[in-house]
């Protein structure tokens, strides 16, 4: 007799319980196996009395486990950033600073009537300008970090397998999110349109019925009277040569309000002449008729047909050649020295409402779908998130399609989710793939479309970025050194401005972030290849090391739980740190500039560019 008679004989063939042919249950231990076989006391009232704690477990435990925890975690990290918003939104609106609005009610409902000036009462902060550019660096890095935990959080829910919908409404939540963060909160700095005079340096020992005024209007006869008590005041700063230069190469005038230039080319002693009003710079005006921040240092240098070189950095080194020299002229006058009148710097830190509250719409609708993810989407439909539920759902109910199909790729079994059941009947399946020592790169992971698209776009911004930088070192000329400017200080000829340029808030608001938007789409690509590859060597590292399932539910015995992020947390932190780090350095150098005009100590109108 075989040894297979003499195995099978006695033995009886028994059909496998239902509670068995899960996977899940073929994993638990021995002992509450061998212990489901002991016979039971008051069998009713402990299934009773289970049936009630599996109920409770399943209405509220559930939500506390496996990717609903997940979930969740993502849902209260959107809820406190909110929470955050609501309320730096409530603490401003009860301590608004209406200051300009008691002092010029007039100018403001001018502003408004032009359509240049928002929410007027959104001051954080007034007063010196270095704190308020502090300030505003300090609340970007904020903004930037709060933007990333965001999207952190709605990084899990845009798995594709919790619900297509719901990733798609969220990606573009968090982009719009990320993108009007960045504007929420902006300075605006006070800056001087100014008289330049000539005439002797001793006006405080005169009378000022005395004086020979000439060429001077009334607006510039009231602007020199103001210097002319200055001066007797002593309240002048006396500026030599190399310092009046450095003083009043600005884009724009933070510190002074009126200028003398001290000459003795004048006739007679008690003669003052208006040398030129420079205006506040208007990038506009300068992209059109070419008019400098500081044309009157400039020579005039008019040629035949009319035209006039630029008027910028690039005449620095001849005029400090004339000033080392002592010939420095200006419109016909040699300079020997300057006084000035200075003027308190005087900036804002200030928000938009209107961003402020579309943030928190769009935040509160991120919060919402969060929300809804975790408490409506029944425990019964568990989503296979990872490589690990794919194994386990695949060991608890086999394919039939793909059996005996051993090393299949990707492109080998696509096409079976486009054909139906009758379809697949008569199409032959793909038999197995003979094994390869060909060393696969993770990048073959992704296909080919997917990553032609990703390049393409990556590679496009980048020209981008590189066409821009080499479009503003060609303009700014060779007296500038770019690695001494502060992040988001003002050179003229790398302000982007047209004859039409909008001059409203919100659209200047959108044409600065607009690189923040694309960025975040950048992101988004990167991160959807990151975690393809991430998936596909966790994958193949089960061939290679013995390890538990990495699963989404519950982890039990030797299975592991998910990351928070969908990829291991080596990759996905260095990443978010440079998408934050990014995001910021994008929000300093590519940004919109708030100017208040000021006339003296008169408010002129605000514009917003």
Known sequence: MSDRNVLGRGIELLPIPSRLKSAYHLLQGVSSRASEGRPRQNSSDDEEAQSNLKRSVFRYGSRFEGWKFTIFLAFVTSLIVLLFNVGFLLYTAAHPQRDDIELYPTEYQYAYSRGELHSANTVLYEGDCAKVHRLSTGFHLLVNFLSTALLSASNFGMTEHIGVAHGSILECLVSATYSGYNSAIYETTAVFAYDVFAGPGSLAHKDFTDLHLTSLGDDNRHSFQHLFYAARNGTLDRLQGTECLDAFVQTFQKTYSRLLIVTDDLKGNDSYNLVYTNPVFNPNEYVSSKIGPYDWLCPDDTQPDGTRPDCNVNILPNISTQITNHNWTVRGFKIDYCLAEKQEEHCKLQYSLPITM???????????????????????????????????????????????????????????????????????????????????????????????????????????????????????????????????????????????????????????????????????????LLTTMALAAEWSGYAIHRKGLRVSNNAQLSQRSQYFLSIPYRYSMPLLAASATLHWLISQVCLWLGLKRSIGKCLGMLTET
């Open 358 to 528: 579309t943030v928190i719409m769009f935040n509160v609708f991120k919060a919402g779908i969060l929300f809804y993810m975790w408490f409506k989407i029944p425990d019964t439909d568990t989503p296979i998130l990872t490589i690990g539920d794919a194994i386990a759902s695949f060991l608890r109910r086999p394919d039939r399609y793909t059996q005996g199909g051993c090393l299949l790729a990707y492109r080998n079994v696509r096409y079976i989710n486009r054909l139906s059941p009758k379809a697949l009947k008569k199409r032959p399946l793909e038999q197995a793939k003979p094994f390869s020592k060909k060393r696969r790169r993770w990048g073959s992971a992704v296909s080919l479309r997917r990553w032609t698209f990703s390049i393409i776009l990556w590679f496009t911004a980048i020209a981008i970025c590189v066409s821009l930088l080499l479009y503003g070192l060609s303009k700014i000329g060779t007296g500038v050194d770019i690695w001494k400017q502060e992040l988001g200080s003002t050179v003229t000829d790398t302000l982007i401005a047209a004859p039409k340029w909008p001059n409203t808030l919100e659209l200047n608001a959108f044409i600065a972030n607009a690189p923040q938007l694309i960025f975040s789409f950048l992101y988004f690509a990167f991160n959807s």
